[in-house]
């Protein structure tokens, strides 16, 4: 009978000792192409946090660098969840911004796919867990001869991959107030509301949606719309004036994806 209480003993020690060491778990080293943002992504956190934890100033951060992000101190395990109530003129966008939550969080945390809110809707702002959802069925295709088979399209690729690439677009300029226009970008963005905002439309396959991206005669904008005629090395900036888009016109200038 001693024999087994020592047994127990010993187990229960090793499994205290590994949860101590997962929970020591709280540090990342910084790789090649990581922004703040894609690591706040992964750890489910926001960039205000890891800049708050690891005392930066700035988003430059650097390969190997060391940055906290999580400790029992700092992220509390069992939050208390909060939800918020949906007003008129809200975006998920603002939403988010308002809570100091990432868009993608937001969104996990309520189980939605697209971008429409209603007035009245009760969102988890706080405390929230990812909700799965599951994908409606797709009817299977008849499968189609090689002559008859559409060329594959190329994935999307991902911001680390782009970051620094330069290149020549076609600059156009866009409104909130055009006709059938929302104002509302396809990343949530409501320009109406936010007419100083720095937005151009993208093609998500040439430049990723949220990137940062320098734009020549226009300054440091976010890649948060798209557009059906915007196809390939082609953008559209947002401008808040009709005369000023009409200004603008259409001319070939150089950008820069920051991140």
Same mark, same amino acid.
């Given at each position: 009978?001693?024999?087994?209480?020592?047994?127990?003993?010993?187990?229960?020690?090793?499994?205290?000792?590994?949860?101590?060491?997962?929970?020591?778990? /709280?540090? @990342? *080293? !910084?790789? $090649? =192409? +990581?922004? &703040?943002?894609? #690591?706040?992504? %992964?750890?489910?956190?926001?960039?205000?946090?890891?800049?708050?934890?690891?005392?930066?100033?700035?988003?430059?951060?650097?390969?190997?660098?060391?940055?906290?992000?999580?400790?029992?101190?700092?992220?509390?395990?069992?939050?208390?969840? /909060?939800? @918020? *109530? !949906?007003? $008129? =003129? +809200?975006? &998920?966008?603002? #939403?988010?911004? %308002?809570?100091?939550?990432?868009?993608?969080?937001?969104?996990?945390?309520?189980?939605?796919?697209?971008?429409?809110?209603?007035?009245?809707?009760?969102?988890?702002?706080?405390?929230?867990?990812?909700?799965?959802?599951?994908?409606?069925?797709?009817?299977?295709?008849?499968?189609?001869?090689?002559?008859?088979?559409?060329?594959?399209?190329?994935?999307?690729?991902?911001?680390?991959?782009?970051?620094?690439?330069?290149?020549?677009?076609?600059?156009?300029?866009?409104?909130?107030?055009?006709?059938?226009?929302?104002?509302?970008?396809?990343?949530?963005?409501?320009?109406?509301?936010?007419?100083?905002?720095?937005?151009?439309?993208?093609?998500?396959?040439?430049?990723?949606?949220?990137?940062?991206?320098?734009?020549?005669?226009?300054?440091?904008?976010?890649?948060?719309?798209?557009?059906?005629?915007?196809?390939?090395?082609?953008?559209?900036?947002?401008?808040?004036?009709?005369?000023?888009?009409?200004?603008?016109?259409?001319?070939?200038?150089?950008?820069?994806?920051?991140?």
């Amino acid at each position: 009978m001693k024999k087994q209480i020592i047994t127990l003993t010993a187990i229960a020690a090793l499994s205290v000792g590994a949860a101590s060491q997962a929970s020591a778990q /709280s540090s @990342y *080293t !910084v790789e $090649s =192409g +990581d922004t &703040l943002w894609s #690591i706040s992504q %992964a750890q489910n956190v926001t960039v205000e946090q890891l800049k708050g934890w690891n005392e930066l100033s700035s988003d430059i951060i650097y390969p190997k660098q060391q940055l906290e992000v999580a400790s029992a101190e700092k992220v509390e395990v069992s939050q208390e969840k /909060s939800t @918020y *109530t !949906v007003a $008129s =003129g +809200d975006t &998920l966008f603002k #939403i988010a911004q %308002a809570h100091g939550i990432s868009l993608d969080t937001l969104m996990s945390w309520n189980g939605i796919t697209g971008h429409w809110i209603y007035p009245g809707d009760k969102l988890v702002v706080s405390g929230g867990s990812p909700i799965s959802v599951p994908k409606a069925p797709q009817e299977v295709a008849p499968a189609k001869t090689a002559s008859q088979a559409a060329p594959a399209k190329t994935a999307a690729p991902a911001a680390s991959e782009q970051s620094g690439k330069e290149m020549t677009v076609s600059a156009t300029a866009y409104t909130a107030y055009c006709a059938g226009c929302s104002g509302v970008t396809a990343t949530g963005i409501d320009l109406r509301s936010n007419p100083n905002q720095k937005v151009i439309a993208v093609d998500p396959t040439v430049i990723p949606l949220g990137s940062k991206v320098w734009v020549e005669g226009y300054g440091e904008a976010i890649a948060g719309d798209t557009g059906g005629a915007i196809k390939g090395n082609k953008i559209d900036v947002f401008i808040p004036t009709q005369s000023g888009a009409l200004d603008w016109g259409r001319k070939s200038i150089n950008i820069k994806i920051l991140n």
